[in-house]
């Protein structure tokens, strides 16, 4: 019995001499592991996975040294080291630049406070719209007509449409099939879609970086996949080697089987699009009646 209390005595004070672990930091080492995970999963998806493994084989180099004392190549490192951080910002612009932007395309506040989008140019994304963009994309899809078409949602286009030439012409079947049509003038880039409106054609889209992609999908299939990493837009796309159609949305492409499901995923997008500002406007609604009545 003396032994089993001396045993209790020696674990307490062991357990004694740890850090204490409270809620705070619980959430701090979730916050931070989540952190890490995220950066780790882009490293991996773009070209910073390429230039982490050349940096570590700096670093291998760069133990080697200092086991081996070789002063002269170690003096050289420690110079180095400040303009090396420099460097390596520039190195990576391209992939912060585009971090940054998934970043900012979170429309965190507009999630949580409704905003009143009835008078946002082209917010109709009605059901005759639905239809006409399906219809249009499958008949494409049939003579294999290559065509990258982007659906405007939260993020503005407008960088983007500027890259075109503007249209400015309600959705119509007809009208899109044109514009993809071979040796036009206005087939080759995407076309930017706002509410009900054809916005503008011929636009250039950032190419995605995401190494994951199908090698065997092309250019077109690229740029739907970058455009959808850098704002929260949902692009169709119709191969022009095979007339498969793809969604792309949030970074990742969705290939289509028909017309049913495709018109599911637009009538998704307009459903999404119509609570916050009809909530907003069923409240002002109630207001004014409410103030005529007691007038």
Not at 49 to 62: P, R, Y
Not at 165 to 190: V, Y
Not at 279 to 292: A, D, H, S, Y
Request: positive net charge; glycine residues 6%; charged residues 20%.
């Amino acid at each position: 019995m003396d032994i089993f209390l001396e045993v209790l005595d020696k674990l307490s004070s062991w357990l004694s001499l740890l850090p204490r672990i409270s809620a705070k930091n619980i959430v701090e080492i979730a916050i931070i592991s989540f952190l890490v995970y995220e950066l780790l999963v882009w490293i991996k998806n773009t070209r910073a996975w390429t230039l982490l493994k050349g940096l570590l084989v700096i670093f291998a180099f760069s133990v080697v040294v200092v086991l081996f004392k070789l002063d002269t190549i170690l003096w050289i490192i420690k110079n180095i080291t400040a303009i090396a951080v420099t460097a390596l910002l520039v190195v990576f612009q391209p992939e912060l630049r585009k971090a940054l932007e998934q970043l900012g395309s979170q429309n965190i506040i507009t999630n949580f406070l409704p905003v009143d989008s009835s008078g946002k140019e082209g917010s109709g994304f009605n059901e005759r719209t639905v239809n006409e963009l399906v219809r249009a994309t499958f008949e494409m899809a049939k003579v294999k007509t290559g065509a990258l078409m982007v659906i405007e949602r939260g993020t503005s286009l407008k960088e983007i449409e500027r890259t075109g030439i503007e249209i400015n012409g309600l959705i119509s079947s007809q009208l899109l099939i044109n514009i993809f049509e071979h040796n036009t003038p206005l087939h080759d880039g995407a076309v930017v879609i706002r509410g009900n409106r054809v916005a503008a054609a011929t636009c250039y889209l950032p190419l995605s970086d995401n190494m994951s992609i199908n090698k065997a999908l092309g250019t077109r299939h690229r740029a739907a996949v970058g455009v959808s990493e850098s704002t929260d837009s949902l692009t169709i796309v119709v191969s022009e080697e095979t007339g498969r159609v793809s969604v792309a949305q949030e970074g990742h492409l969705q290939t289509i089987s028909d017309a049913e499901t495709l018109r599911t995923i637009l009538s998704g997008i307009r459903e999404t699009a119509e609570p916050s500002g009809s909530r907003f406007r069923l409240w002002k609604g109630r207001l004014i009646n409410g103030k005529k009545a007691d007038k």
